[in-house]
């Protein structure tokens, strides 16, 4: 009953549009009162605790560093020099926009902010080349994705914090994955581009081109370098990491690229904030609800239907992608984490999966849930800079949906893609 309480107030909640933060922290506050599961003040007291970590600070950090690099024209130089290896390919345009978003995502650690920043740019140059514009938008939106896959990942710094597993191994164990992930959907534009007849740029890859385009981004090439040769150096934490990353990117967005002012700067610091504000308060409530579901002992229910099912590693892993790709349709990233952490990850463990290769899992199913309606916040995001209606923006970006499925099931049955370059550095 209380179960029911809790997950049909959620969802009743969601039902009247109210924002999921605020739903999970109403859907608690019923329950509380009709099931008397525990205080009301533990509410406000889990607002604070469950943002009362100093891994945690890494978030707000990290979304400021990708609001910063997103306005300071580190996206153009990126596409610019993806555009020297690639341009002169069948469909260059699209293979260089997925290369763009790979390298961007290897600095801004968050999907909505990748598809913003790459896509204002990639787009309008993709169309301005002949390219449909369904087709433009689905590349970029699908490619923004990889924004959580690629390190530094704002979800799996969440993860790191609710599975108690470390942020830098999880750090460590994107990069392979985010880069399959990548290569595919590039296979993928090359094929629809020859298809559809849509040439490269016609500018030969030359050495000289090369070094030019290296040496224009070279500053924002060493951002993940940075970060993670110092994580993984152990001159800093992932913490720190963020806070040297916002450091960073301020000096060479104001003084090495001056596409950022001081006048311009306080935009920056609202919208980070706003950011920030409203993860912290899905965190915060998605905590609360998470530990009514522990009070109830929903997840040792969970874990006894499932292994109920089946003995069969692979079996169980099936049924937990299903779940998590239909939860990632339906809710934010980061409160899914934090509630179906403490349920699945058990499970996982239980059958023998390593847990830094079940949190990628996790992270690359919620990612598809970035283009999988109704949340969908890459859809919503790429239909602002296009013009599109959702509904045909979401058929476009099927092709690339079925790519990362694909993708996804590699993941899942070769644990060594995640885990070799963890194991590597150990």
Known sequence: ?????????????????????????????????????????????????????????????????GEIMGKGGI???????????VGNFTGGFAMAAVLTCMFFAAISGSGPATVAAVGGIMIPAMVGYGYDKKFATAVVVSAGALGIIIPPSIPMVIYGVSGSVSIGDMFIAGILPGILIGVVMMAWSYIHSKKNNYKGNGEKFTIKRALSGINEAKWAIFIPILILGGIYGGIFTPTEAAVVAVVYAAIISIFVYKELNFKT????????????????????????????LTLEQIPRMVADLLLGISSNPLIILLLLNLLLLFVGMFMDTVAAIIILVPILLPIAINIGIDPIHFGIIMIVNLAIGFITPPVGVNLFVGSGISGLKIETLAKATVPFFIAMILSLMVITVIPEISLILVDLFK
């Open 265 to 292: 700067f306080p935009n920056v610091l609202k919208d980070a904030a706003l950011t920030s504000a409203t993860i912290l308060i899905i965190i915060g409530t998605a905590n609360a609800f998470g530990r009514i």
């Open 75 to 85: 996206s153009e130089r990126l596409f610019k020099l993806a555009n020297v290896f």
């Open 1 to 65: 009953m209380t179960a029911l309480i809790l997950f049909g107030s959620f969802v009743f909640f969601l039902l009247l549009t109210v924002p999921i933060g605020i739903s999970l922290g109403l859907a608690s506050l019923v329950t509380i009162l009709f099931a008397d599961v525990t205080s009301v003040e533990y509410l406000a007291q889990s607002l604070v605790q469950s943002t009362d970590s100093f891994p945690l600070m890494a978030v707000p950090f990290f979304i400021l560093a």
